[in-house]
């Protein structure tokens, strides 16, 4: 894989939280790269350091050392940010949480337009970028709805446009269809391959979920805090 085909590659990337007799490694020597337009699935057991790669490689928690690069621009060196994480995050991170997670009071269309307004994006063309957005994902005829008015597939779809906002090179997506029905599960996993291979950005899901595997392009695999396994076949993960 060329580096400009790279959006995300971590090298080392260890965790260490306390030290001496309460030392504990929550995350050890992770090294992996993630193409543009890959969808890429993390599995692994409670406590096997999943959330701690997903945190750290979302500039929220940091590593004790190791670097992480996103877009082929190094962003850590350990718990160094060459960056500005805050504004990176904002600029080139989206995310997917297990809840949606939307305002309460905005409406579907002002959810997703506030990400692009706090990323000093004009109103009216945060409007249109918006509008665009949750038609792209199937949902242009709840735009107006509240929150509160969407089923919860509906309700993560808004969420997947609002961390498409940006233009994200990377989406990072923990636990997504955990509180989904399997139909409702399956429609979200498959927005994150049409959004990967169409809109080139990587997705890295941590996922319990062995029930649509399949439309992964790969399966990392985590135990106790580090890579054990990567697979190039769902198929004999379901």
Same mark, same amino acid.
């Given at each position: ?37 890959? *969808? ?30 996103? +877009? ?14 805050? /504004? ?19 409406? !579907? ?8 307004? /706090?990323?000093?994006?004009?109103? #009216?063309?945060?409007?249109?970028? !918006? ?21 919860? +597939?509906?309700?993560?779809? *808004? ?5 498409? %906002? ?26 994150? #391959?049409? *959004?990967?291979?169409?809109? +080139? !950005? ?26 054990? %396994? ?9």
């Amino acid at each position: 894989m060329t580096s400009a085909a790279i959006a995300l590659e971590t090298r080392g990337l260890t965790k260490v939280y306390g030290s001496g007799n309460t030392e504990v490694v929550a995350m050890r020597d992770v090294s992996l790269i993630i193409g543009k337009g890959e *969808v890429v699935a993390l599995l692994g057991p409670s406590g096997a350091g999943k959330s701690t790669l997903l945190t750290a490689v979302g500039l929220i928690n940091p590593p004790t050392s190791g670097t992480i690069a996103i +877009g082929g621009r190094q962003v850590m060196d350990g718990p160094r940010e060459l960056v500005d994480a805050r /504004i990176f995050r904002r600029r080139f991170i989206g995310y997917v949480f297990q809840k949606a997670n939307l305002i309460p009071f905005l409406t !579907a269309l002002e959810n997703v337009q506030l990400a692009l307004e /706090i990323n000093d994006t004009a109103g #009216r063309d945060a409007r249109r970028r !918006a509008m665009e957005l949750l038609e792209y994902l199937g949902v242009g005829d709840r735009v107006h709805n509240m929150p509160y008015m969407l089923s919860g +597939g509906q309700q993560q779809r *808004v969420a997947v446009a609002r961390a498409l %906002a940006n233009h994200p090179q990377l989406i990072l997506a923990d636990e997504p269809t955990a509180a989904l029905d399997s139909v409702r599960g399956r429609q979200v996993m498959d927005l994150f #391959r049409q *959004v990967a291979h169409e809109k +080139g !950005a990587a997705v890295l899901v941590v996922t319990h979920d062995h029930r649509a595997l399949d439309v992964f392009d790969r399966i990392l695999e985590m135990e106790d805090g580090e890579l054990r %396994a990567h697979s190039a076949d769902p198929a004999k993960k379901a």
